[in-house]
């Protein structure tokens, strides 16, 4: 008996220590996640209360919304031109700093610190003064005497620069490839230098199949990041110009916030929702025929 009630005060104080999280993920995450779905199914302005309406916030959002289709492919255009480039960008600088120099920690930082800071809204206000057409951009092309480029107002241009921002934060994902990389055993770049094998042979049989299950790693995560980029599109170009940078995350934005449609917004987050959920299932499933793991299996 005596046993008993110390291993139900040990587990007793153990659920203590974590019930702060507990409520956390209680109050500010399920239920507003269970909230958001019930209120998708609602005409709901904030100021009266939420009436069912069933599907016709869907409806409407399918076959009446036609910014509801510009802002998704704005949308996979980002992630997809953003999220390659950050994550090649990401493994090139994390195998560069994967060497032994005197300083080179430093520099590890100084790479890192752009990821620390993103997403701040002192950052995206950085990239439109350095980017607006007479910024310092445009200021060195006008040294090398090249014409300016209107990189925010042109609607083909705007939005890659804001892609640009989202790839110059790979920090996060560079030192996870760093992690990696250092877990990859030198025996076997010996016997590839024994072989006759160059760099680059190595890099890609070696070096690059063991990375894949951070590879994946990285691509699931950036990949859901990307899909809520919120701040660079509502602080630089506020979705201009002619809604070329109209992002999903800044629409749902404005029908909650700015039109007071919470019904509606609640449906489009389901969507954005559904489609990261999709996307991630579709990397799932396909993992297992390119991510390797080092007991030479796929999983």
Known sequence: MGIRVRKWSKNYIGLLYILPWIIGFLIFQFYPFGASFVYSFTDYSITNKPSFVGLDNYI??????????????????????????????????????????????????????????????????????????????????????????????????????????????????????????????QELYEAGRVDGASRLRMFFMITLPLLTPIVFFNIIMQLVNAFQDFTGAFVITNGGPMNSTYLFALKLYDEGFKFFKMGYASALSWILFLLILIVTFVLFKTSKYWTHYEDGGDK
Not at 108 to 117: E, K, M, N, Q
Not at 131 to 143: C, S, T, V, W
Not at 177 to 185: D, E, Y
Request: aromatic share 16%; charged share 10%.
């Open 60 to 185: 409407t959002m399918f076959t009446k919304d036609s910014n509801f289709y510009q802002s998704l492919v704005t949308t996979l255009i980002y992630v997809f031109f953003s999220v390659p480039l950050k994550l090649i960008f990401a493994l090139l600088v994390a195998v560069l700093l994967n060497v032994n120099i005197r300083g080179v920690n430093t520099y590890r930082t100084l790479f890192y610190l752009p990821s620390i800071l993103g997403g701040s809204v002192a950052v995206a206000i950085l990239w439109r003064f350095l980017f607006m057409k007479e910024g310092f951009i445009n200021g060195l092309l006008a040294k090398v005497n090249l014409p300016p480029i209107d990189w925010l107002g042109s609607p083909n241009i705007a939005l890659y620069t804001l892609g640009l921002l989202a790839v110059w934060q790979f920090g996060s994902s560079m030192v996870l490839f760093l992690a990696g990389l250092k877990q990859i055993p």
